[in-house]
Structures are given as structure tokens and as C-alpha cells.
């Protein structure tokens, strides 16, 4: 018993301590307006930006940020309602809130509210005055579909929230916010369904995100590394998105969606590999539409990785391999060349990557110029100079392309990065390289995890159910239950019965026959 006593009792202290560690600081305000504007100007440093404005010839002062206050709702809400009389005193405005934590009108002033401070008065008053800047909700560029919604998430943390339910409009659909960084005290947002998710995987994302300790937190991207299981690992384990469907739809399996204030990109926990070829555009068709796109988007990903190192293998190690009509050709392209095929690789890899890059820094009309005319002539001159056979450029041109096709642009990063490792393996061993790399890379996938969940569910470890929405897309009607990836606590996605219409009218029909 004694052993089960200091048990419970270290998990209290414990508790307590955390419970410490999260309560606000307090300072509380006095009566002398003076000291409390000092305070208050000590804490800011005395910056320029925040105003003060005297009132009841020196007996009252309004306090606000001059860039986050909007005027206009400074004069309608606290000054208009005192004009017309509407009120006695600005302590009865509605919607103002009070307080004698001058460490709370800290936090308020940074968020651009306006606090009210009265000599002979403890008590301090708070407006919600802030000015707003918002982006439209508009389809985001990097993630367009030909069919479905064309809305896309923005800088507002409450607009994205906003965006996620009303297409969840349910109760479960549950919402739970933190203050992630010293400095910055960025707004941090995991959304859920309870009844749905696993409550483990929950707490263990909130685990995660309340021991980062970092002085900022300015998109998901810093939290992603954080958070996630295996930082070293060249693939992205949890899924980012500037889709509201594509969130919901996770939300829906029974994952966890987080959302930082200032940034339009969503994460999803855990993630696997396969949710990475997913698009909404594959439930938006015919499922076997949909199944033909994805399975390119999975050969697309051979291409992208192996297809450079496969020609290096057969031009330098396996020559046998090549139709007998292709030698020729091949030869002769090859015999010009003075650098050895892995060479040629190289050169036509950066060069692919730094025509990629300047077409994304420079404005749009420009960068499609670069891209374009960057790649012909670049291309054409670079052959005729002998430097790269004319081979070698389709391929290139054609892992480029493949690279393109994953909807994630993570993954397609990890996937143009996988090629160089390729190249230098297929370049030294030929096909036992090229193997090796690959096993590597089956390997690595089969022992990574995200959150708990295996990265190359349902494959490893296998489970047939869930491969009607892997490799392929099996109707919808057909996926009666979530994948057991995220581990969720309420498995039926479709209930029985959901196409017995059908029997009903062949019975019907039957009968009229």
C-alpha cells in the first residue's frame, strides 16, 4: 500500500506542478492611475506604438495599440454610446469586459483591445476593438481540382475553424486551443471528433504540442518539427493541406487536424505514405477514374525516383538489356558524350532544379517564361554542346514531370531528393545498387510511424480491408469502415443497408413481371 501511496501521490504533485506551471502571472491594479500607466508602459518598453489618450481632464486614460486597433470601432463602441447617452458610465457599454490583473491587459493590448483606466479605480475595463485584415477564402494554388470545393483555408485561425464546420456540422466536432511560444504566443488549434478519434492519440498530441518550448511558432511547418516522430527521416509524416475537404475528410477517419493562427496550411496526424497520393479530385469522379489516376500517381512515384537511376544502370553495367533496335541509337548518342552517364545525370538534375526554383521566386508571368523557355533552350544547347546526350534529357524531363504529379509538394520534395542517393548507387553497383536503394527506402517506410500509426499501413502490416482505398479507389459505399490506421474508437463509417434500394426495386420489378 505504500508503494501505491507514493504512486498516486507523485502523480498529484505532478499534476500540481503542471497546474502551476499554466497559470496566468498576476499583477493586480491599484487605485493610482499613474502607477498602473507606468506598469503598463515599463512592460511595453515605453514603444512609440501604444497610445494614450487622456480623459476627464486627467482622471481617465484609453490605452491601445495604434497598428491593431480599428478607429472607427474605437469611436462607435466606447465614445458614440457616451455622446448619445445611451449610458451613464463607460463601465455599462455592452460587450465590455473587466478585470484587475494588469497582466491580463498585457495580454489584451496584444491582441488589439483597448482598456479603460479610471484614477480612484481598481477595476479596468477591456473593449474588443481590434482591427482586421483578411484574405478572401479562395481555391488555394497549390492544391486545384477540377471537380469540388474551390474554397481554401486563409490566415485567420477562426475563419479556417469556421470553414471546417460548417461542413461538420455535429456536436463531437470538438475544438481545443493553446498558446504555443514565449514571444510570439501564437494561437494553436487541434480539431477532433470525439466519439471518433482514439483519446490516446489525442492526449498524445497535446502531450507533444505543450512541451514545445520555443521562443516563435509561425506556421504548422514549426510545429510539424516539433511534433512529429522521426525528424531525420527524409519523408513528411503528417499530411499538410490548405483544403477544408481534404481536412475534414481526415477528421472524418478519426485524425487530428492542427491549425496555427497566421498560416493557411493545416496538418494532419498521423498520416501514412498512401495518404499522400490521395486527392479529393479521386472521390469527386468515377471510382474507376479514380482508381486509373491514382494508380499513375503510384508509378509516377517509380519514375520519379528510379527512372534516372535505371538508365545509368543499363548504360554502364547492363547494355545487354536494350532492345536490339534501340542499340544503335543509344550508342551513338552515348559515344558523343565525354562525361560517364552519372555525370550527365547530375548536371541535368541541378539544372532541372534551379530552372524549378527561379520559376517559383520570380512573379508568376516571368517564372512560367523562365520555365519554359529555360528548359528549351537550355535543354537543346546543352546537347548540341555535347555535354549531355539527348537520351539523357528525356529522362530527366520525364522524372521531372513524374516528380510533379504527387499532389503533396513535401513528398515531391522527398521524391526529387531520393534521386540523387539513386543516381550515385546505380552509377557504382548498376542494378544491385539500384536494388539495394530500393530495399532501403521498403525498409525505411515499414519501420517509420507517425503518432503510433505505421507510415505504410495497410501494407505493412497488412490488412486487405484497407487497401480498397490505397493503390486503388473501390466505391464509396463499399468502404464500410475507417481505416485502422488512427485506431478510431467508432469503426462504421457506412452502415448496412446504404444500396437496398436496389434489391427493393428488382423485387418490385419482379413482381410486375
Given amino acids: 500500500m505504500g508503494f501505491f501511496r507514493k504512486f498516486f501521490q507523485g502523480e498529484q504533485l505532478q499534476d500540481r506542478k503542471i497546474a502551476d506551471d499554466q497559470q496566468e502571472p498576476q499583477q493586480p491594479s491599484t487605485k493610482n492611475l499613474s502607477r498602473n500607466i507606468d506598469y503598463l508602459l515599463n512592460e511595453f518598453k515605453y514603444t512609440d506604438d501604444l497610445k494614450i489618450r487622456v480623459l476627464k481632464k486627467g482622471d481617465a486614460a484609453l490605452l491601445y495599440f495604434e497598428a491593431?486597433?480599428?478607429?472607427?470601432?474605437?469611436q462607435q463602441m466606447i465614445f458614440n454610446?457616451?455622446?448619445?447617452?445611451?449610458?451613464?458610465?463607460?463601465?455599462?457599454i455592452p460587450n465590455a469586459k473587466e478585470t484587475?490583473?494588469?497582466?491580463?491587459?498585457?495580454?489584451?493590448?496584444?491582441?488589439?483591445?483597448?482598456?479603460?483606466?479610471?484614477?480612484?479605480?481598481?477595476?479596468?475595463?477591456?473593449?474588443?476593438?481590434?482591427?482586421?485584415?483578411?484574405?478572401?477564402?479562395?481555391?488555394?494554388a497549390n492544391e486545384k481540382v477540377v471537380r469540388g470545393a474551390h474554397d481554401g483555408f486563409v490566415e485567420?485561425?477562426?475563419i479556417n475553424i469556421n470553414l471546417v464546420r460548417k461542413r461538420i456540422e455535429h456536436r463531437d466536432l470538438t475544438v481545443k486551443f493553446f498558446k504555443v511560444g514565449k514571444k510570439t504566443n501564437t494561437n494553436v488549434a487541434i480539431l477532433f471528433m470525439d466519439g471518433i478519434v482514439n483519446p490516446e492519440l489525442v492526449q498524445k498530441v497535446e502531450k507533444r504540442i505543450q512541451a514545445v518550448h520555443t521562443d516563435k511558432v509561425q506556421s504548422p511547418g514549426f510545429m510539424e518539427e516539433f511534433i512529429e516522430d522521426s525528424p531525420i527521416s527524409p519523408f513528411p509524416q503528417m499530411l499538410n493541406s490548405e483544403r477544408?475537404?481534404?481536412?475534414?475528410?481526415?477528421?472524418?477517419?478519426?485524425?487530428?487536424?492542427?491549425?496555427?493562427?497566421?498560416?493557411?496550411?493545416?496538418i494532419i496526424a498521423p498520416s501514412t505514405f498512401f495518404m499522400f497520393y490521395q486527392s479529393p479530385d479521386d472521390y469527386n469522379t468515377r471510382w474507376y477514374a479514380g482508381t486509373f489516376i491514382r494508380l499513375i500517381r503510384f508509378a509516377s512515384f517509380l519514375i520519379a525516383v528510379g527512372l534516372p537511376a535505371f538508365y545509368i544502370s543499363v548504360v554502364s553495367f547492363h547494355f545487354e538489356v536494350i532492345p536490339h533496335d534501340l542499340v544503335t541509337p543509344i550508342k551513338s548518342s552515348i559515344n558523343e558524350i565525354a562525361y560517364p552517364p552519372i555525370l550527365e545525370a547530375?548536371?541535368?538534375?541541378?539544372?532541372?532544379?534551379?530552372?524549378r526554383e527561379a520559376g517559383i521566386r520570380l512573379p508568376s508571368p516571368v517564372g512560367q517564361t523562365i520555365g519554359i523557355v529555360g528548359g528549351l533552350v537550355i535543354g537543346d544547347a546543352v546537347v548540341r554542346a555535347g555535354l549531355v546526350s539527348n537520351i539523357m534529357v528525356i529522362v530527366v524531363a520525364l522524372?521531372?514531370?513524374?516528380?510533379?504529379?504527387?499532389?503533396?509538394?513535401?513528398?515531391?520534395?522527398?521524391?526529387?531528393?531520393?534521386?540523387?542517393?539513386?543516381?550515385?548507387?546505380?552509377?557504382?553497383?548498376?542494378?544491385?545498387?539500384?536494388?539495394?536503394?530500393?530495399?532501403?527506402?521498403?525498409?525505411?517506410?515499414?519501420?517509420?510511424?507517425?503518432?503510433?500509426t505505421p507510415y505504410f499501413s495497410p501494407v505493412a502490416p497488412l490488412r486487405i480491408k484497407d487497401l480498397k482505398d490505397t493503390f486503388i479507389r473501390l466505391p464509396i459505399f463499399t468502404m464500410k469502415q475507417r481505416p485502422k490506421g488512427p485506431q478510431p474508437v467508432s469503426t462504421t463509417a457506412v452502415e448496412e443497408g446504404a444500396r437496398e434500394w436496389k434489391k427493393d426495386e428488382r423485387s418490385n420489378q419482379s413482381k410486375n413481371k
Avoid: W
Fill in 68 to 74: 491593431m486597433t480599428d478607429q472607427e470601432k474605437v
Fill in 81 to 92: 454610446p457616451l455622446e448619445i447617452g445611451k449610458v451613464d458610465h463607460i463601465y455599462d
Fill in 100 to 140: 484587475t490583473n494588469l497582466e491580463e491587459c498585457i495580454r489584451s493590448l496584444l491582441r488589439g483591445h483597448a482598456i479603460y483606466m479610471e484614477d480612484g479605480h481598481e477595476r479596468v475595463t477591456m473593449f474588443n476593438v481590434t482591427s482586421v485584415f483578411n484574405r478572401s477564402v479562395e481555391e488555394p
Fill in 156 to 158: 485567420n485561425l477562426m
Fill in 244 to 266: 477544408p475537404d481534404r481536412i475534414v475528410a481526415s477528421i472524418m477517419e478519426g485524425r487530428v487536424a492542427l491549425f496555427t493562427e497566421g498560416s493557411p496550411t493545416a
Fill in 346 to 355: 547530375l548536371i541535368m538534375v541541378v539544372i532541372i532544379e534551379l530552372i
Fill in 399 to 452: 522524372t521531372a514531370i513524374a516528380s510533379f504529379v504527387v499532389p503533396s509538394n513535401e513528398l515531391s520534395m522527398t521524391l526529387r531528393m531520393l534521386t540523387f542517393p539513386l543516381i550515385f548507387l546505380a552509377g557504382t553497383l548498376g542494378f544491385v545498387g539500384l536494388i539495394f536503394g530500393f530495399l532501403l527506402i521498403a525498409v525505411h517506410l515499414t519501420k517509420l510511424e507517425s503518432f503510433g
